[in-house]
């Protein structure tokens, strides 16, 4: 286990509202009126206050201290101020909120009003996410994006000038018409703008969007036929990493890069496979279990339940088969790599040393490189993570008495979605 419960929570609001569907977006989001938001919003609180009790019925630890604060959706720039001003202050009432927690809110560029703006700093929000994806219009407009590249400049600089320096911006590799040329335009005005913090992800279409019906039945509404092949979809991550690291805006996890100590505190916790609450629709989160077993929790999907009854969290213990397999999902994911001494601290040396021909078969393949007792993924690795990750699935011996203490992550996260 990588703790043992103290650790300070990280807290994931899910705001699943958005103005428009975007063609390749398959998430829990969608298009709802004002009046769903206002009574979304009444929810959080609600669960808010009552996530203490709940942690107690659920049998898990919920730790009071909370340090990053993380608003994602969705567009969660759709929040009025008051309504993200009930919200941190419900959760600044029952949890210990740090003076220096880092919070974090998703933004769509073009639709950060002033007002949310001017709150924002006095609101303790201190990092915006930029679900920018393209600097190129047509590429945005093409999946249905309603916003420009220079809007997102202009935003970037109205955040400045409000005293917010933590930018992330997110870019996506593999739109429709996107080529290696009109990509190079996209990093480098990401690069230009002077962000902090970039994630670059590849597009893998959804079968049940509208864009990944169509690129099964053919058609041209969603632009299906001027998706980029999977090969050119790989060069342009090896043309990110190259660019940015080349820039100083250096890769630290499989699909975020940061200039030095601008990276991500709360995404870090799912990496480093610390507590996590997810709050709201479709919100996952990881606690540690008073049995010593971790929690996975998922809340439900479908706004009309989560509106009428509440989150209504699904439950699951972790196993320490999945404890295993998730400790090197998501170590190999960092840059940093796994440190086996630790695997072995955690886990036993016995169900180490069952995953070293899994390993040596990485490392073979030019997939996984070993420095000193730390595991990496290689530039090649990164390209193939899932099926390095494959590897080391079901590796722990089911005859080995393992002490269960490890965190858990939940699948479902945004950022899971990805590579
Ligand atoms: S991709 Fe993001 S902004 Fe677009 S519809 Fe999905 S959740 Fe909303």
């Known amino acids: 286990m990588r703790d043992n419960g103290s650790s300070m929570l990280g807290v994931y609001i899910s705001i699943p509202f958005c103005r428009a569907k975007c063609s390749y977006c398959n998430f829990a989001s969608g298009v709802f009126g004002g009046d769903r938001l206002e009574r979304y919003v009444e929810r959080l609180a609600e669960e808010i206050h009552s996530a203490q009790a709940q942690a107690a019925d659920w049998q898990t630890i919920l730790p009071k201290q909370v340090d990053t604060i993380y608003f994602g959706g969705g567009t969660p720039s759709l929040l009025h101020p008051e309504q993200l001003r009930n919200i941190l202050c419900a959760l600044r009432e029952k949890f210990s909120v740090a003076r220096d927690a880092e919070i974090t809110l998703e933004c769509a560029p073009g639709q950060l009003a002033d007002a949310l703006l001017e709150a924002l700093p006095q609101l303790g929000v201190n990092r915006i996410s930029f679900g920018v994806q393209s600097f190129v219009d047509a590429e945005a407009a093409a999946v249905g994006r309603l916003h420009t590249g220079a809007q997102t400049l202009t935003d970037i600089a109205r955040l400045r000038t409000a005293g917010i320096e933590n930018i992330n911006v997110d870019l996506l590799a593999g739109l429709p018409h996107q080529t290696e040329a009109s990509w190079q335009v996209s990093l480098d005005q990401a690069i230009a703008s002077g962000v902090p913090h970039v994630s670059v992800y590849m597009l893998e279409v959804d079968e049940d969007s509208r864009l990944g019906r169509e690129m099964l039945t053919g058609g041209q509404r969603y632009h299906a036929s001027a998706v980029p092949d999977d090969a050119e979809i790989a060069d342009m991550y090896l043309a990110a990493c190259e660019g940015l690291n080349a820039a100083g805006i250096a890769q630290y996890e499989i699909s975020n890069f940061a200039r030095q100590g601008w990276e991500s505190r709360h995404n870090e916790k799912y990496w480093l496979r610390q507590p996590y609450l997810g709050l709201g629709m479709d919100a996952h989160s990881m606690l540690h279990g008073k049995d010593g077993h971790p929690r996975r929790l998922a809340a439900t999907d479908d706004l009309t339940i989560?509106?009428?009854?509440?989150?209504?969290?699904?439950?699951?213990?972790?196993?320490?088969?999945?404890?295993?397999?998730?400790?090197?999902?998501?170590?190999?994911?960092?840059?940093?790599?796994?440190?086996?001494?630790?695997?072995?601290?955690?886990?036993?040396?016995?169900?180490?040393?069952?995953?070293?021909?899994?390993?040596?078969?990485?490392?073979?393949?030019?997939?996984?490189?070993?420095?000193?007792?730390?595991?990496?993924?290689t530039a090649q690795g990164r390209l193939f993570s899932n099926e390095v990750f494959e590897r080391f699935l079901g590796l722990a011996p089911c005859n080995i008495h393992t002490p269960v203490t490890k965190d858990s992550h939940s699948v479902g996260d945004p950022f899971f979605s990805v590579l």
Do not use: I, Y
């Open 306 to 377: 989560f509106l009428e009854q509440g989150a209504r969290h699904k439950s699951t213990m972790v196993d320490v088969d999945a404890s295993l397999e998730e400790a090197w999902f998501l170590g190999l994911r960092r840059n940093a790599g796994l440190r086996l001494a630790a695997l072995e601290v955690e886990f036993g040396a016995e169900v180490v040393a069952a995953c070293r021909p899994a390993l040596a078969a990485c490392v073979g393949a030019g997939w996984v490189e070993m420095v000193d007792d730390t595991a990496r993924l």
